[in-house]
């Protein structure tokens, strides 16, 4: 095994438009196979860049957001999110989407990084960014199709909330993990170990 060897670039040869879905465009790409020389179709999701914020107030409190999720057909527990709009940078992005989801606002902004949602199919970046000593200044400004309960939770809340399986959200938890130790999980009085839950997890998985 080479472990310097590195996989062959795919040659685009054509370009196919596919139907928009407001918040992703399809596009089907031709490629050439660079062993077989074949050319395949593949799919590909265009889509605005994310942002994702994790917000911190003055007493170290985590501003979460609740909502209903079509795609798991559940109440999730969620850190405040959303589009780059065009012409937006990510910071504008932030500032915007926590005052617009939540009513907070900050003055103190860092940028935590950035990753590739999923490069399999999806062509986008998500950003994040922690907003230091944020405070409730504003209304909530939501979008029509929108219903969202805003709250903060301390860190040991989010760790349980992570355990009982409210807060799944991949992204929302890489971006707390940038500030936060969010897998150590305190045993309170008369509850399981977050180990022992854990175990009971895999094992109704498998079933």
Request: aromatic content about 8%; overall charge negative; charged content about 30%.
């Amino acid at each position: 095994m080479d472990k310097h060897k590195k996989p062959e670039v795919w040659q685009k040869q054509r370009i196919e438009k596919g139907p928009d879905f407001k918040i992703l465009q399809v596009r089907f790409d031709w490629l050439k196979h660079p062993k077989s020389q074949k050319e395949l179709k593949r799919l590909v999701f265009e889509a605005n860049d994310w942002v994702n914020i994790v917000a911190t107030t003055q007493k170290d409190e985590i501003v979460v957001v609740k909502q209903f999720r079509f795609g798991v057909e559940k109440i999730t527990t969620e850190t405040p999110g959303g589009m780059v709009d065009q012409g937006e940078d990510s910071r504008t992005a932030a500032i915007r989407e926590l005052r617009e989801e939540t009513g907070y606002t900050s003055s103190e902004w860092h940028y935590l990084g950035s990753v590739e949602p999923n490069p399999a199919f999806l062509n986008n970046i998500c950003h994040f960014w922690h907003a230091k000593n944020a405070h409730q200044t504003e209304e909530m400004c939501l979008e029509e199709e929108e219903d969202i309960i805003v709250t903060t939770l301390t860190l040991d809340e989010i760790r349980h909330e992570i355990q009982a399986g409210n807060f799944r959200h991949s992204l929302a938890l890489l971006a707390l993990t940038k500030v936060f130790n969010v897998w150590d999980c305190p045993e309170r009085k008369g509850e399981e170990s977050c180990q022992t839950k854990d175990s009971k997890n895999e094992r109704n998985f498998h079933a």
